[in-house]
T-cell receptor
Framework: DAGVTQSPTHLIKTRGQHVTLRCSPI?????VSWYQQVLGQGPQFIFQ???????GRGNFPDRFSARQFPNYSSELNVNALLLGDSALYLC?????????????FGAGTRLSVL | AQSVTQLGSHVSVSEGALVLLRCNYS??????LFWYVQYPNQGLQLLLK??????LVKGINGFEAEFKKSETSFHLTKPSAHMSDAAEYFC??????????????FGSGTQLTVLP
């Protein structure tokens, strides 16, 4: 079975631009979460979506937004990119939204902002 | 609010030696605890998970962790290190009951080096 897939794998943008990152969850998983991992740090929670609704949001500015589609895939959008947005963006899926559920991670999208 | 502290950002062991990676957590309610491993240029892979069924949890690749409520700890161990264990390890907590139930809070990670 396919795991969590993310696209693109690498992306280079300049300050002020907009970026869209995509995630396909494991088949049957209805919850998708997004995390930002800055080099040398642990992942930080950005969003969780379950059944196409936002169910959790981390401490990130409004420049960050996301959505989940009827097929449970998800997009993360970041507007007005800053140098500090350079990071590995990880998507994770789980069967539902419960706290004890295992989250399965994709390989991530590495975003470089110049 | 929940938090995780991983003591030691870098740990080096010799091949065949004991691996001990430390994790302390803070949570206002009984937590769910996880250890993940990250190899270079890859995502996170689950090693093991604590959900209150048993305090000693066995995971993949010979790793295990013991939940100690009195010490608020969840240290990761492996009796004998292998070269393939070299990677970054993350401890994470999810409390499962509050509004933050839906997110994992990660520690800052421990880079494990295995020396030949």
């Amino acid at each position: 079975d396919a795991g969590v897939t993310q696209s693109p794998t690498h992306l280079i943008k300049t300050r002020g631009q907009h970026v869209t990152l995509r995630c396909s969850p494991i088949s049957g998983h209805k919850s998708v979460s997004w995390y930002q991992q800055v080099l040398g740090q642990g992942p930080q929670f950005i969003f969780q979506y379950y059944e196409k609704e936002e169910r959790g949001r981390g401490n990130f500015p409004d420049r960050f937004s996301a959505r989940q589609f009827p097929n449970y895939s998800s997009e993360l959008n970041v507007n007005a990119l800053l140098l500090g947005d350079s990071a590995l963006y990880l998507c994770a899926s789980s069967p539902n939204q419960g706290g004890g559920n295992i989250q399965y991670f994709g390989a991530g999208t590495r975003l470089s902002v110049l | 609010a929940q938090s995780v502290t991983q003591l030691g950002s870098h740990v080096s062991v010799s091949e065949g030696a004991l691996v001990l990676l430390r994790c302390n957590y803070s949570s206002s309610v009984p937590p769910y605890l996880f250890w993940y491993v990250q190899y270079p240029n890859q995502g996170l892979q689950l090693l093991l998970k604590y959900t209150s069924a048993a305090t000693l949890v066995k995971g993949i690749n010979g790793f295990e962790a013991e939940f100690k409520k009195s010490e608020t700890s969840f240290h990761l161990t492996k009796p004998s290190a292998h070269m393939s264990d070299a990677a970054e390890y993350f401890c994470a907590v999810s409390d499962g009951l509050s509004g933050s139930a839906r997110q994992l809070t990660f520690g800052s990670g421990t880079q494990l080096t295995v020396l030949p």
